[in-house]
DNA sequence: CGATTGACGTACG
DNA sequence: TCGTACGCCAATC
């Protein structure tokens, strides 16, 4: 399902709103990479606008859960941007994520790719 | 409209 | 294994 919403003030369809409506649909306990949402929205290397989204996502309403996506790695490359340092790894973990090293354990088997789950 | 900006990913030494 | 270099491309300045 590819998600298309309508930017409210200018009208026009937008790949950040494209990527926030995308990580909303990631399940609670799931993560997921940036390239693998930018491969869903057919700009597969597009990778840095998804990151770049998520800089803009901050206070987006629905909330966007930002934390939920990380690097290839599994690493939490973004959790600067969050309030604290903290603040990413503790969201995760409040998920039953475990966060060891900025790295999530078990990144493979709690991968959700948008190309696999939705299509 | 050209220059800049990245929360990436891959290649290379 | 680790650091650096570079291509990627939409949004912003």
Redesign the pocket.
């Known amino acids: 399902m590819k998600t298309h919403p309508i930017n409210s003030k200018t009208g026009q369809y937008?790949?950040?709103e494209n990527v926030w409506a995308v990580v909303r649909l990631i399940p609670i306990g799931r993560v997921t990479?940036?390239?693998?949402i930018?491969r869903y929205l057919g700009?597969?290397?597009?990778?840095?606008?998804?990151?770049?989204?998520?800089?803009?996502?901050?206070g987006q309403t629905p909330s966007v859960p930002?934390?939920r996506?990380l690097?290839?790695?599994g690493m939490l490359?973004?959790?600067?941007?969050?309030g604290s340092s903290d603040a990413?790894q503790v969201l995760l973990e409040k998920e039953g994520i475990v966060v060891k090293n900025d790295t999530v354990n078990q990144f493979v088997t709690l991968f959700w790719d948008p190309n696999v789950e939705l299509l």
């Not at 990479?33 to 693998?36: H, N």
């Not at 700009?43 to 901050?58: E, I, K, L, Q, T």
């Not at 490359?77 to 969050?82: E, L, Y």
């Open positions: 937008t790949f950040f990479s940036y390239g693998a930018a700009s597969a290397g597009s990778a840095r606008m998804v990151g770049y989204a998520m800089n803009a996502a901050h930002a934390h996506v690097n290839r790695n490359t973004g959790k600067h941007h969050f990413m």
